[in-house]
């Protein structure tokens, strides 16, 4: 079992069936889960996505730094809307964002998150990396190395990663074990490349795997083979 993990949650999949907004069923799911997680004395920070509602290059006519700036917004509500649920669920959840938003969330500091961890809170942190033209992607990675975890925790809508995309194709390729240059040779969906190869530099496992059952979350915790594996 991981005793430190960081657990990326796309925006899409806290969307549910409907595909936009926050369903608050998957939402609770997803407590009940980090709650059993958490009672098994795992350390859990997230980065979560704003894709369900809005992603930076949607505005195509748009500033690029002020929709990405649009989209970190984004991962605030989610973080917002998670650490609901989460306390909800009893839980003891805080929220540390990258750009100052003292009124409702702490400002990130490594030492006050892995502390936060340290006594049985799940961290969860909003606004990416902070800076545009990086991905929440890149944050989860960034954010992973800075707290040493153990493993990046991938959870996505497709349940691996795949050779092209199977809803378009059902022939697709899935893979269970990939190496960071085979996902950055082959272009990969699994996260971006700055992302990857930061993951790749220092050695920073990533586990991938599918949200429709947010059981999903603990087996991977509990290093059970399911998605993909990516790693050295």
Known sequence: MYKRVLLKISGE??????????????????????????????????VVGG?????????????????????M????????ALQDAFERAEIPTRVQTAIDMNKIAESYIRGRAVRHMEKGRVVIF???????FFSTDTAAALRAVEI?????????KVDAVYDSDPAKNSNAKKYTDLTYMD??????????????????????????????DPQNIKR?????????????
């Open 13 to 46: 999949a806290l969307a549910g069936p409907k595909g936009t907004g926050i369903d608050e069923n998957v939402v609770g799911d997803i407590a009940n889960v980090i709650s059993e997680c958490v009672n098994m004395g795992v350390q859990i920070a997230i």
């Open 51 to 71: 894709g369900n509602f809005w992603r930076g290059r949607s505005g195509e006519k748009m500033d690029r730094t002020r929709a990405d700036h649009m989209g």
């Open 73 to 80: 917004l984004a991962t605030v509500i989610n973080a917002l």
């Open 126 to 132: 909003g606004c990416g990396t902070g800076n545009p």
């Open 148 to 156: 040493d975890a153990d493993i990046i925790l991938l959870a996505k």
């Open 183 to 212: 996902v950055l040779d082959q272009g990969l969906g699994v996260m971006d490349s700055t992302a990857t190869s930061l993951c790749m530099d220092n050695e920073m496992p990533i586990r991938v795997f599918g949200l429709s």
């Open 220 to 232: 991977a915790i509990m290093e059970e083979p399911i998605g993909t594996i990516v790693h050295k």
